[in-house]
T-cell receptor, first 111, second 114 residues
Framework: RKEVEQDPGPFNVPEGATVAFNCTYSNSASQSFFWYRQDCRKEPKLLMSVYSSGNEDGRFTAQLNRASQYISLLIRDSKLSDSATYLCAVNSYNAGNMLTFGGGTRLMVKP | NAGVTQTPKFRILKIGQSMTLQCTQDMNHNYMYWYRQDPGMGLKLIYYSVGAGITDKGEVPNGYNVSRSTTEDFPLRLELAAPSQTSVYFC?????????????FGPGTRLTVT
């Protein structure tokens, strides 16, 4: 089983739709969680961190479910500009405190 | 601040050639990382460094070497390039990975080995 898994998609949604992605992680000792956005042929950029209590940033809501070991990202009122690949990342505070990334979920928002 | 910069942006290598990918950050971050990303895939960690003079292997270190003589620079060396090393290489840095600090990425180097 991969350490961090995501549905690769693509998720094709119309503008204005609500879409949700999940990301599962296998290491129960994982401590911090993130969603990164990656545009085509660009570097990943932090979209939002995912806190235990859940957090919201405008149209984006991130949730953490430690019992079931997954994080989620909800995008409301999708815009064409939301089209990108969304990578989840998990830090297990192992040696080097490195992030482990999922394979990414591709979102395509259509007019 | 320029953030994380990488050179070159693109490179084509012949099998067996060697090259160094450059990475520099101006944010005084101690932690630096090298990832590779194959088409349609996530990021895999090649090497990382927790400070000048300290480096360690990540998930996929074979065929690569690194050095960290200064806080700013973290070059990645490819020896005897193979087609399996065709990928996009990203360098990243962060202030404190044990907390919710952002990992900043460079723009990437697209490498083709033929």
């Amino acid at each position: 089983r991969k350490e961090v898994e995501q549905d690769p998609g693509p998720f094709n949604v119309p503008e204005g739709a609500t879409v949700a992605f999940n990301c599962t992680y296998s290491n129960s000792a994982s401590q911090s969680f993130f969603w990164y956005r990656q545009d085509c042929r660009k570097e990943p950029k932090l979209l939002m961190s995912v806190y235990s209590s859940g957090n919201e940033d405008g149209r984006f809501t991130a949730q953490l479910n430690r019992a079931s070991q997954y994080i989620s990202l909800l995008i409301r009122d999708s815009k064409l500009s939301d089209s990108a690949t969304y990578l989840c990342a998990v830090n297990s505070y192992n040696a080097g405190n490195m992030l482990t990334f999922g394979g990414g979920t591709r979102l395509m928002v259509k007019p | 601040n320029a953030g994380v910069t990488q050179t070159p942006k693109f490179r084509i290598l012949k099998i067996g050639q060697s090259m160094t990918l450059q990475c520099t950050q101006d944010m005084n971050h101690n932690y630096m990382y090298w990832y590779r990303q194959d088409p349609g895939m996530g990021l895999k960690l090649i090497y990382y460094s927790v400070g000048a003079g300290i480096t360690d292997k990540g998930e996929v270190p074979n065929g690569y070497n690194v050095s960290r003589s200064t806080t700013e620079d973290f070059p990645l060396r490819l020896e005897l390039a193979a087609p399996s090393q065709t990928s996009v290489y990203f360098c990243a840095s962060t202030y404190n990975p044990t907390a919710y600090y952002e990992q900043y990425f460079g723009p990437g180097t697209r490498l083709t080995v033929t």
